[in-house]
């Protein structure tokens, strides 16, 4: 039998991903934050994908962090600001040589992880998959995509992979992984924070083209200080291309604000920013969007952290 995974976060990605690998014979399990949130799982006998209208009902086994069971490979899909602590929970249960594939947006979250696991090997990942929960444990899949997975400490595939093909999951080994999530993060701060400002969707940025092309310019040199010159390479025109194709849609940071629930800015504009003051940058146009951003979470009583 196949080593099982763990899957951590029962959010969109974590449900689609545990969703289709139990639909391929893949053995997994769902770890829940606490016992009420197991029983409620339970009642509602699993997760169900809805795919092209679809609904089918998957019963993966769900845990508790305290669970006995050991962990050989666990898929961290909680929020950035979540993963730190929530692997901390588990650390008994990993077995040396574990596997973390990490989900998480943005940069930062990954090296705290990594920091604290040290007897695991961490392999990260960024992924253009999109999906929504319509529903207590129902997880729809909104847009086929594809997810890049790298461990730049150990450039040789895992044999897992196998699983991923076998669950129908798009994706490909990639030996530049950092250069990815810098040039998503990129891509990230030049549109997330200014659909929350101008409170408009990915296409009503095509009005504010001047000050997209100066968040575009002060990103590439940040990227460039960062030994990232790929991840810097005609950027605008990316973001550009990005905002054409995402027109209709409202940024994950846009609905995150719309729900009242606390961003991810912290692992996004504010690793940038971070970053660019440990190099001693001025990068005044990314700044100012900081501190904008940070005013208009804190008139509307979210976390800026």
């Not at 940069?107 to 007897?119: E, I, N, R």
Request: charged share 15%.
């Amino acid at each position: 039998m196949s080593t099982p995974w763990h899957v951590l976060g029962a959010g969109s990605l974590g449900t689609l991903w545990a969703a289709r690998l139990a639909r391929a014979g893949v053995p997994v399990r769902l770890i829940l934050r606490d016992t009420a949130r197991l029983q409620a799982y339970q009642a509602a006998g699993g997760l169900t994908l809805v795919e092209h209208g679809d609904a089918r009902l998957y019963p993966v086994p769900g845990e508790t962090p305290d669970s006995s069971e050991p962990i050989h490979r666990l898929l961290v899909a909680c929020k950035a600001y979540d993963a730190e602590q929530a692997v901390a929970q588990l650390l008994p249960r990993l077995v040396p040589g574990a596997e973390l594939i990490l989900l998480q947006n943005g940069l930062g979250s990954q090296d705290a992880v990594a920091a604290q696991a040290p007897q695991a090997r961490c392999i990260f990942a960024s992924s253009t998959e999109g999906a929504f929960r319509d529903g207590a444990w129902r997880v729809v899949f909104a847009g086929h995509g594809y997810t890049w997975l790298g461990d730049a400490a150990h450039p040789v595939a895992p044999i897992w992979l196998d699983d991923l093909q076998a669950a129908g999951i798009p994706h490909e080994w990639s030996t530049d992984i950092l250069t990815r999530l810098w040039r998503k993060l990129a891509l990230n701060c030049a549109i997330n924070p200014l659909t929350v400002l101008h409170d408009c969707r990915n296409g009503g940025l095509q009005q504010h083209h001047c000050e997209v092309a100066t968040l575009c310019l002060e990103l590439g040199e940040l990227l460039q200080h960062c030994g990232q010159p790929a991840a810097a390479e005609d950027l605008q025109p990316e973001v550009e291309r990005v905002i054409q194709a995402t027109a209709s849609n409202y940024s994950s940071m846009y609905q995150d604000v719309a729900s009242q629930r606390r961003t991810e800015i912290s692992y996004l504009l504010g690793h940038a920013c971070k970053v660019a003051a440990r190099h001693q940058l001025n990068l005044p146009h990314l700044n100012q969007l900081q501190q904008r951003l940070i005013a208009r979470l804190h008139s509307l009583g979210l976390p800026s952290d």
